[in-house]
């Protein structure tokens, strides 16, 4: 019998000024750090974080991510792990810097403290690193043994970050209840291969009901760059509620489809979290889920300003062969559409895309 699991990071941290207090997180798992940081916090990675990092006695090296977690950037980096003697990676930046960083430090057999400036996806606290073609096409997810060592979500930066990432993130947070649920009806395996937890079913119903309650107002927080208790319950929801529940409960059709439209690589300007709230709706319509979690949803998607329609997408001419490609990999033998309770088949989903964006257009106004 297959086991259940429940696995996180060993600390979250949730709170203000993080970086300059980063010397406080690393110091218990090594003295020599090597800081993989996205372009735009680069500088004040220099500024705030380096000087406190050296004044307790721990090297720091900073190096700029080059925009895609592909297994040629994961082999540059590990290098530098080896000429800097680094036993410390530390990923400053959005969800590929810090599947990045993930990866380099498995490969590394070094720690890994994990610090987003975008709360864009449930990526800081799992065990999983997505990896894409130098393209930028999705490749593959590996699977890590352990989760970071630490995750640092600080509110203020991520309150300055730009609301379109915001509200990715909460498109990717929205459908881990219904993509756990999922799992948990059809007996599926989460993504570390082990049976749902009720402990996973229950923080996805958290995360969930956080993020109902919460986006209007955590939005309107982002619209000012403000500190707020909906940003910060937001936040807690996005980072690391979904990503346990996620990792512990397992994903489904919403992910599948998103994995689908990254695959073609006109669609490739499409965030994460906007491919997965679309995926969710494909995935409402093939449960024929009630007609009030459709429109929370719905209601969810709007308040975050997420596309809807595939108009929205900017997606305004129907492609049959395009969407023919996007389903048939979504329903690959491999693909968490083998999640879903109940077995469907390829032209099911095909129907059910085209079903998803004739109830989006319906509630667009």
Same mark, same amino acid.
Request: hydrophobic share 45%; net charge negative; aromatic share 8%.
């Given at each position: ?17 993080l970086?300059?207090?980063l ?11 090597? %800081?993989?940081?996205?372009d ?15 004044l ?7 190096e700029?991510?080059q925009? $895609? ?5 994961? $082999?540059?980096?590990?290098? %530098? ?31 890994v ?18 990896i894409?073609? /130098? ?12 989760n ?19 509200a ?41 009901? %956080? ?14 760059? /403000? ?12 980072v ?14 919403a ?32 449960? $024929? ?12 998607i ?14 305004? /001419? ?13 329903c ?30 319906r509630?667009?106004?």
């Amino acid at each position: 019998m297959i086991p259940r699991s429940i696995t996180s990071p060993k600390k979250f941290i949730i709170g203000q000024d993080l970086l300059s207090q980063l010397d406080v997180f690393i110091k218990d798992f090594g003295n020599n750090a090597l %800081l993989i940081c996205d372009d735009v916090i680069l500088d004040r990675v220099q500024q705030d974080a380096v000087p406190c990092l050296e004044l307790a006695g721990i090297k720091a090296y900073c190096e700029k991510f080059q925009y $895609e977690c592909t297994d040629n950037e994961i $082999e540059r980096l590990r290098h %530098l792990v080896i000429t800097q003697n680094a036993n410390v990676v530390v990923g400053i930046g959005g969800g590929k810097t810090m599947d990045v960083a993930k990866a380099v430090a498995h490969y590394s057999n070094a720690s890994v403290v994990i610090f987003p400036t975008i709360a864009s996806s449930d990526a800081p606290c799992t065990a999983v690193s997505v990896i894409y073609k /130098e393209s930028g096409e999705f490749d593959r997810y590996l699977l890590l043994p352990q989760n970071p060592d630490v995750v640092l979500a600080d509110t203020r930066i991520i309150a300055q970050a730009p609301e379109k990432y915001f509200a990715a993130g909460i498109g990717d947070a929205i459908a881990t209840f219904f993509e756990t649920r999922a799992c948990c009806y059809a007996a599926g395996l989460n993504l570390v291969q082990k049976r749902v937890s009720r402990t996973g079913l229950g923080m996805a119903l958290m995360c969930y009901e %956080l993020i109902v309650d919460n986006v209007e107002m955590a939005m309107e927080a982002v619209r000012r760059q /403000e500190v707020t208790p909906a940003l910060e319950e937001m936040v807690e929801a996005i980072v690391y509620l979904s990503g346990v529940a996620a990792e512990s409960g397992g994903i489904a059709c919403a992910h599948a489809i998103c994995n689908g439209m990254s695959s073609l690589e006109k669609f490739n300007y499409i965030q994460h979290g906007e491919k997965v709230a679309f995926g969710l709706l494909v995935q409402l319509v093939l449960e $024929e889920a009630d007609i009030e979690e459709i429109e929370n949803v719905i209601y969810v998607i709007k308040m975050a300003g997420l596309p809807l329609t595939l108009a929205d997408f900017g997606i305004n /001419e129907w492609i049959e062969d395009d969407w023919r490609q996007i389903v048939d990999i979504a329903c690959s033998p491999s693909s968490s559409m083998s999640n879903m309770p109940v077995a469907v088949s390829a032209e099911q989903v095909y129907q059910a895309v085209i079903a998803a964006n004739e109830l989006a257009q319906r509630y667009h106004d």
